[in-house]
C-alpha cells in the first residue's frame, strides 16, 4: 500500500485542551472533522491511547479546540506536539484563557477556538475518536489557517509517533 497517498488528504493542526480536577493536558492533533453544523455541531477528534491528553479527556468529559494559524511556531507546536502533559507544564508561557467550560483555551497563534463536550467514544486500534457536541466557539481573526501540508513543506515540521497519520 502507498501510505503516501494518505498525505495528499486535507488536514490542519490544532491544540485541543482538557481538564480533570486540577491535572490540565493538552496536545497537537491533526484530526479534527466537524461532522454536522446544527445547532449545536458535532465534531470528531483523534488522538492517541498513550497521550495524557487521551485519558484525562475521558475523565473530564470535555474538551477545547485552539485551531493554529501559520504563525505558529516550532516551540509552540514542539511544546504541545512533543512532550507529555505528565512531565510538563505546557500551560507556562503560553497565551491562554480560560474557556466557559473550565478549561483553559490556546490563544496564542491560532484562528478560531470551539469548547465542546464528549459525547461518545470509537476505539479505532491505537487511537480514540471522541464525539463532540459543540457548546461554544469564537472566531478571532482572518489569518490563513495551519494546514499539515504547510507544516510539512514550509515549515518543515515533523510527525511525531503518536500522530494519527504517523508512518514511518
Not at 461532522?35 to 488522538?47: D, G, H, M, Q, R
Not at 501559520?70 to 511544546?79: P, V
Not at 506536539?81 to 496564542?108: A, W
Not at 470551539?114 to 461554544?136: K, R
Request: hydrophobic letters at 35%.
Amino acid at each position: 500500500m502507498d501510505k503516501s497517498a494518505f498525505f495528499k488528504l486535507s488536514y490542519g493542526l490544532y491544540i485541543i485542551t482538557t481538564k480533570y480536577e486540577d491535572h490540565f493536558a493538552g496536545c497537537v492533533v491533526n484530526t479534527v472533522v466537524q461532522a454536522t453544523s446544527e445547532e449545536k455541531p458535532k465534531l470528531l477528534v483523534t488522538v492517541n491511547k498513550e497521550n495524557d491528553t487521551n485519558v484525562t479527556m475521558k475523565e473530564s468529559k470535555k474538551v477545547n479546540i485552539s485551531v493554529l494559524s501559520q504563525e505558529a511556531d516550532m516551540l509552540l507546536i514542539g511544546k504541545y506536539g512533543f512532550r507529555s502533559s505528565k512531565d510538563f507544564n505546557k500551560l507556562e508561557g503560553t497565551e491562554n484563557i480560560i474557556g466557559e467550560n473550565g478549561i483553559p483555551v490556546v490563544t496564542q497563534a491560532i484562528v478560531s477556538y470551539i469548547e465542546a463536550n464528549i459525547i461518545n467514544e470509537i476505539d479505532c486500534g491505537t487511537h480514540t475518536v471522541f464525539v463532540l457536541e459543540a457548546t461554544n466557539a469564537k472566531k478571532l481573526n482572518d489569518k490563513p489557517v495551519l494546514t499539515y501540508d504547510y507544516y510539512h513543506n514550509v515549515i518543515k515540521g515533523k510527525t511525531p509517533p503518536k500522530a494519527s497519520s504517523f508512518s514511518e
